[in-house]
């Protein structure tokens, strides 16, 4: 149990354009879903807390114009990087918590390589 | 503000042999919750253990075990038999608690630990 999905699993894209990711809890309904960044070979970064049918909150220092996110059911959330730069190029994870049964772990989905040309 | 130190970068050990990882944390909250991860090098993370600070008993689970140290902040994780497929980064991680207990989630990674087991 507690499955998370992600799609797509590895995008490339041009330099201005904006890329969507998807992040689903397949087996379980996730109140709470964060987003991290994780850059080669360093350590995960908490971008985003996402609560179903609120405003995310961002950590201090990302963009929440440039990540836009987005949690409209208890199974699905996306990411949305706009207008893309080299800079953005990372791994980007999601995660979930399983609402009301070990509410303390999260579930991580498997990963998006975005590389941005 | 929490703090998750993981001071070996890297670990190289010979097939067979038990490794142990150290994590040392730093929080102001009285309860709280230690987190080991694994992420192998397809990089999906994969949960291995959790442990609320009010519990301090020891784990073991086949060939990983747990010791967990408060009057030392430190939570290590010891593999014991390492084998090739025990190669992976593997992740401290903290998070702090929110009313009734339960976590908030948000969690606060180490710098991740490289294990390198070769045959």
């Known amino acids: 149990g507690a499955v998370v999905s992600q799609h797509p699993s590895w995008v490339i894209c041009k330099s201005g354009t904006s890329v969507k990711i998807e992040c689903r809890s397949l087996d379980f309904q996730a109140t709470t879903m964060f987003w991290y960044r994780q850059f080669p070979k360093q350590s995960l970064m908490l971008m985003a807390t996402?609560?179903?049918?609120?405003?995310?909150?961002?950590e201090q220092g990302v963009e929440k114009d440039k990540f836009l996110i987005n949690h409209a059911s208890l199974t699905l959330s996306t990411l949305t990087v706009t207008s893309a730069h080299p800079e953005d190029s990372s791994f980007y994870i999601c995660?979930?918590?399983?609402?009301?049964?070990?509410?303390?772990?999260?579930?991580f989905g498997p990963g998006t390589r975005l590389t941005v040309l | 503000a929490q703090k998750v130190t993981q001071a070996q970068t890297e670990i190289s050990v010979v097939e067979k042999e038990d490794v142990t990882l150290d994590c040392v944390y730093e929080?102001?909250?009285?309860?709280?919750?230690l987190f080991w991860y694994k992420q192998p090098p397809s990089g999906e993370l994969v949960f291995l253990i959790r442990r609320n600070s009010f519990d301090e008993q020891n784990e073991i689970s086949g060939r990983y075990s747990w010791n967990f140290q408060k009057s030392t902040s430190s939570f290590n994780f010891t593999i014991t038999a390492s084998q090739v497929v025990d190669s992976a980064v593997y992740f401290c991680a903290l998070s702090e608690a929110g009313a009734g207990g339960t976590s908030y989630g948000k969690l606060t990674f180490g710098q991740g630990t490289i294990l390198t087991v070769h045959p």
């Open positions: 929080t102001r909250d009285t309860t709280y919750y």
């Open positions: 996402s609560n179903e049918g609120s405003k995310a909150t961002y």
């Open positions: 995660s979930a918590t399983v609402s009301g049964l070990a509410a303390d772990t999260q579930y």
